[in-house]
Each structure stands twice: as C-alpha cells, then as structure tokens.
C-alpha cells in the first residue's frame, strides 16, 4: 500500500509538472514559430553537461570548415564545439584559470582556436584534434598553448582577427587598451586606448565605454567604439590608432555612456552595428560616415547581430532586466520583423525560454546560432 501511495504520488506531481509546463497555444503567436528553431545541451545529458553556474554563453565563432566553437563563463569557463554533420555539441574542457571569454574566440585562416581569458588577460592556443573522438570529461583541463599576457595587469575584453594579415587585436578591461598579436612574430604591441575618461557617475568601469565586439573592413582597417560613443579605427597602413569624428546612435544625453554591442561585416564592404540603446546602425568604412536605422525593439541593447545566406541581418535584443526577443532586418527594404521571444516549446515534454543572450554567429549552412548566458543556458540553433 505505502509503495502504490508513493507512485500514485509520483505520478500526479509528474502530470502537474508537465501541465504547468504546457503553455497555451495564444502564447506561440509570440514567439520565434516552433518549426523554426531549437535547443540544444552543452553536453549529453543528464550527465555530462557543462555544470549549471558555468554553462553562460559569451562567445561564438565559425570556423572555415563549417564547425561551431563556443566558450562560456561563470565559476570556470568551458570550451565546446559543435559540428553540423553530427549537431550535438561536444564539451572539451575547461579553459584555465579563466572565469570568463567575452566575444574573445577568433579562428585562424589554418583552422586554429584563439581565447582571450579574463581574468589574466592571457591568449591561448587551441588546435582541434579529432574532438568527436574523445571521450567527454567534464572538468578536465583543455590543452592549449599560453601565448602571454597581451598587457599587464588586464583582461582581454573581446578579440577580433585579420586572417590575411594572420594578425589579432583586442580590448582589455578595465583600461581599454587596444592592442594587437602577430600570430607569424609571436609578439603583442599595445597600440593605445580608447577610453581615457570615466564616464559621469561611473567609478572605474571603463568597459562600459568601450565596443563589446571589434570588426575588421576588407582593407584591414579595424573599427571599435570608446569613449562618449566616438569610433576609433587602427590604421593599417599608418599602424596609428585614430579617433574619428563621428559617434554611435545615442539617446541624445546617453552619449558618454554609449558602446557597440555588436559588429557584422557585409560581403558588399559596409559595416552594421547595434548599440548599447539599442540602436541599428551603418558604418560605411570609405566615407567614414554613420547611418542610424533606428531601433528595431523598444529594448536596451542589441546583444547578437549576423548575416544569413538570405542577405537579411538577424539579431536578439534586451538587457538582462528584459526578455531578449529576435529581430530581422532587410537591408534592400529598410524593413525590420519582429520574430519573437527565443523559445523553444516542445509539448508535452519540456519548455525553454532564453532571457539572456551573450552571442551569436552564423554557420556556412546558415544556421544562425545563439547562445544563451544565464545560470542554466543552452545553445539555440534558428534556422532562417
């Protein structure tokens, strides 16, 4: 009697669990449609997952051959992959001593993973090896190659690459220093800042006057934003760092505490951009000249923002008091979609809802992936 008590229980707290799981249909007219994307664990579960409080999402990169790198934040941060063929993602260890890699994973022309660790501010080196062919084992260490600290006494911030010059550049918190390794030299070169000034009210955090992400044009000049929302460029060709005259969309009176989140590259040479207010904007590098598209949500902060295939820009907007929703953009149009909340909704099974958003890329089969940051986070994969 006590062991049928125990399953009557069993059962009517699983059935509870799965009806208040259950949304009502009125909410999908909300949401990203069902039949267009999907979740994945950072691991196999329930096992072998990368561990709740370490799983935050805060960097992606594509390499050439198609694979997905994502590293993530937290108590320790992790690297994994995911390669389309098999779509599962593969943990690989844990990067360090690092606790967080911020928009800082570039791939090298040769297929070589490159992490910029905070704290430390060290560059790593990692070469893909048969991944899919190890065994998970969640916590061991990742073998990479320590490269050295890009400047002392700073983390690095976020990382870009120049594959054809085979250089990297970086930002480092909290002092904003723009710098540069030569992957053929081994050398770094700290090449000035571009945040000199704390911004009114603020004690020392000067990484919110800094761009989240940098780009490189196709002429190898590179493009970050600093202080009072102004645009720096590195000069390739001079190899001075340049403070432009000419500012990202703001608020006006936000100005000073303004930033990029996120920078795409166009095929056609362009640059687009969202900011920290939640802004779309474009760069055109040869004119050096900013056009504000507007604000596709009315929410702070454009988190992600990549190209498909399509020629159309996605992106994910909100801050971290929001809930982050999924935008379209046409570019031949000027004409934005709101696609909805990133859910995913799977009944009767289980439910997931992404309120955070720490990145996003795009793979070469234009799947657009992005990856949540939250305590508990998974990868969502959206296919335009």
């Known amino acids: 009697m006590r062991y049928r008590n125990l399953l009557l229980t069993a059962v009517l707290f699983f059935s509870f669990t799965l009806s208040y799981g259950q949304r009502d249909r009125s909410y999908d007219n909300s949401v990203v449609t069902q039949t267009r994307i999907d979740a994945r664990d950072l691991g196999y579960a329930p096992v072998d997952v990368i561990p709740d409080g370490e799983s935050g999402i805060t960097s992606l990169a594509v390499t050439p051959s198609g694979d997905l790198y994502g590293a993530t934040s937290g108590a320790h941060a992790h690297l994994f992959v995911l390669n389309p063929r098999y779509g599962y993602v593969q943990p690989l260890g844990v990067i360090g001593e690092a606790t967080s890699i911020t928009n800082a994973i570039v791939v090298s022309a040769s297929g070589d993973i490159f992490l910029g660790t ?58 904003a220093h723009f710098f540069e390794y030569s992957i053929g030299s081994g050398k770094f070169n700290d090449l000035g800042v571009v945040a000199e000034k704390i911004a009114p009210g603020e004690r020392f955090q000067k990484d919110k006057m800094m761009s989240r992400m940098l780009v490189v044009d196709r002429q190898g000049m590179v493009f970050a934003s600093g202080e009072n929302g102004l645009f720096f460029r590195f000069n390739s060709k001079t190899q001075k760092l340049e403070k432009l005259a000419i500012q ?32 779309l904007f474009r760069l055109d590098p040869a004119t050096l000249s900013v056009t504000n598209l507007g604000k596709p949500l009315n929410q702070y902060r454009i988190d992600g923002l990549v190209r498909a295939p399509n020629g159309q820009l996605y992106g994910v907007g909100g801050d971290q008091d929001e809930m982050a929703r999924l935008f379209r953009y046409d570019p031949s149009t000027g004409t934005y979609a709101i696609l909805g909340f990133i859910d995913v909704n799977r009944r009767p099974y289980y439910t997931w809802q992404a309120y955070v958003i720490g990145a996003m890329a795009c793979g070469s089969d234009g799947t657009v992936y992005v990856g949540e940051d939250e305590r508990v986070s998974k990868l969502y994969l959206f296919y335009p």
Do not use: M
């Open 118 to 175: 905070s704290p430390g501010g060290h560059l790593l080196k990692y070469t893909p090896h048969e991944e899919y062919e190890q065994q998970i084992q969640i916590g061991k260490p990742l073998s990479v190659i320590d490269l050295g600290q890009a400047i002392p006494g700073e983390s690095i911030f976020t990382l870009a690459i120049d594959r054809d010059a085979n250089v990297i550049y970086g930002l480092t918190s909290p002092n």
């Open 248 to 279: 990202a969309p703001a608020v006006p009176g936000r100005e000073p505490w303004t930033r990029v989140d996120a920078f795409l590259l166009d095929p056609s040479g362009i640059i687009y951009g969202g900011t920290s207010d939640g802004y």
